[in-house]
């Protein structure tokens, strides 16, 4: 089992930036979490996926996103970072944080709230 906690969350004026992160723990993390990521969900919508990372730091990202958001990860840390720049209104959302197993079981985070307003 994995169990992932999110920090980072928080109110921001438009253009600003704010910093996740994401840490795993339990057993077998190195097969529990050959990708890591973000999805988010604002009030009325449904989950959309937000940035997928791997092991090896490979990195793929919403159209969105791309450009204004960038996922890394330090694994000797097991943890996952979303940096998010140029932050617009429409980017406000609950953030999860996810891990895909080898086997192709996905965990949660509990989500953090991320709120772009001015």
């Known amino acids: 089992q994995v169990q992932l906690v999110e920090s980072g969350g928080g109110s921001v004026q438009p253009g600003g930036s704010l910093r996740l992160s994401c840490a795993a723990s339990g057993s077998s993390l190195i097969f529990s979490t050959v990708y890591m990521g973000w999805y988010r969900q604002a009030p009325g919508n449904q989950r959309e996926w937000v940035s997928t990372?791997?092991?090896?730091?490979?990195?793929n990202y919403a159209n969105s996103v791309k450009g204004r958001f960038t996922t890394s990860r330090d694994n000797a840390k097991n943890t996952v970072y979303l940096q998010m720049n140029s932050l617009e209104p429409e980017d406000t959302a609950i953030y999860y944080c996810y891990a895909r197993s080898v086997h192709e079981n996905q965990y949660w985070g509990q989500g953090t709230q991320v709120t772009v307003s001015s």
């Open positions: 990372i791997t092991r090896e730091g490979l990195a």
